[in-house]
């Protein structure tokens, strides 16, 4: 199970930290992401951890996103910073591993975090 939490709705140019907690899934020994879907287009990767402490970012949130996981692995979270936030970061944002896990022959995903920046 994946639990988001961290969303709202901002001003442009402030900040969020989004959290992810995870059940039956170590966080800290698979490839983790953030992910978003935005009104009307398909989810999309957005950041991404690897296991080995790669950070990689999509080109939309390069300098402005921070994805890191808590420090004590036993709390099992990760985490996304998103600072200046703008409009077009809109949308409910999930985490999942990357690829994202499977059950029953179709992707799982928690029930997300809305995060909302108005102009």
């Known amino acids: 199970q994946l639990v988001e939490s961290g969303g709202g709705f901002v001003q442009a140019g402030e900040s969020l930290t989004l959290s992810c907690a995870a059940f039956a899934i170590l966080l800290w020994r698979v490839d983790v992401g953030w992910y978003r879907q935005a009104p009307g287009k398909q989810r999309e990767l957005v950041a991404q951890l690897t296991s080995g402490d790669v950070v990689n970012y999509a080109d939309s949130g390069k300098g402005r996103f921070t994805i890191f996981r808590e420090s004590d692995n036993a709390k099992n979270t990760v985490y996304l910073q998103m600072a200046d936030l703008k409009p077009e970061d809109s949308g409910v944002y999930y985490c999942?591993?990357?690829?994202?896990?499977?059950?029953?022959?179709?992707?799982?995903w928690g029930q997300g975090t809305q995060v909302t920046v108005s102009s």
């Open positions: 999942n591993t990357v690829p994202p896990v499977v059950v029953a022959g179709e992707n799982y």
